[in-house]
């Protein structure tokens, strides 16, 4: 074997090695293997196509969502007669919608339809008995329509359904209040202040009580 010849077998021992060093290594790229968008809505086709994105379309609020905020604007800016248009049609689309009922309700009480407020407040009581703010709005309901016993019952389920809530316990001292009941009330209205200092009525009434004392 001639020198050249031992050259030539020593270049192509070295190019053989370093192809199958490269294939078992598994740095070569591999098929299947594709851009991965390192962001939700990083976009993978670059400026000819920006329609391929790995984001999805933002999702656009439903129609009774967009009622409900049209309520809740017009009852801000004092327009119930709006207001109720918007809640009327939210609850065509869906009657048994609870976020829709409570501003129906709401706005019955404005009006001080208080049997209408009644029956919706009831109904959300059916739909959702653990609601305490369905609760606190039906016994203010009931108390206005006289029927203070059951006013009573709804102002209890509340307060064990979230004792935390201030308003709860306020809510309740004003009906013990208007009913005579000036001890069970300055309790309630004490336990107000305590949990939610802002309740500056609470601490008007509760100092109004105790001079009785």
């Known amino acids: 074997m001639t ?3 031992l050259l030539l077998l020593i270049i192509a021992g070295g190019v053989f090695y370093l192809f199958f060093k ?3 290594s598994g740095s070569y790229p591999k098929r299947g293997v594709d851009f991965e968008a390192k962001l939700p809505d990083e976009r993978i086709g670059g400026i000819n196509r920006p329609d391929k994105t790995f984001s999805k379309p933002q999702q656009e ?12 604007e017009a009852i801000e800016k004092g327009d119930l ?5 918007a809640v009327q049609s939210a609850l065509i689309l869906d009657e048994n919608n609870i976020e829709a009922l409570r501003r129906e309700g709401y706005l019955y009480l404005e009006d001080r ?3 209408e407020a009644k029956k919706v407040y009831e109904k959300i009581l059916s739909l959702d008995p653990s609601d305490d703010m369905a609760h606190d709005a039906l016994a203010n309901t009931l108390h206005h329509l006289k029927e203070d016993e059951a006013a009573k019952v709804h102002h209890e389920k509340a307060i064990a359904l979230d004792p935390e809530y201030a308003p709860h316990y306020f809510n309740y001292a004003n009906t ?3 009913l005579g009941m ?5 309790e309630n209205y004490r336990k107000a202040y305590e949990l939610d200092k802002s309740i500056e009525e609470a601490k008007k009434m ?5 001079e009785r004392e």
């Open 3 to 5: 020198t050249f010849q």
């Open 22 to 24: 490269q294939l078992f």
């Open 61 to 72: 609020i439903s129609r009774i969502d967009q009622l409900i905020q049209m309520t809740d």
């Open 81 to 85: 007669l709006e207001a109720r248009k």
């Open 113 to 115: 339809e208080y049997k």
């Open 176 to 178: 013990l209040y208007d």
């Open 182 to 186: 000036y001890d069970e009330a300055l």
């Open 206 to 210: 509760i100092n109004e009580l105790e």
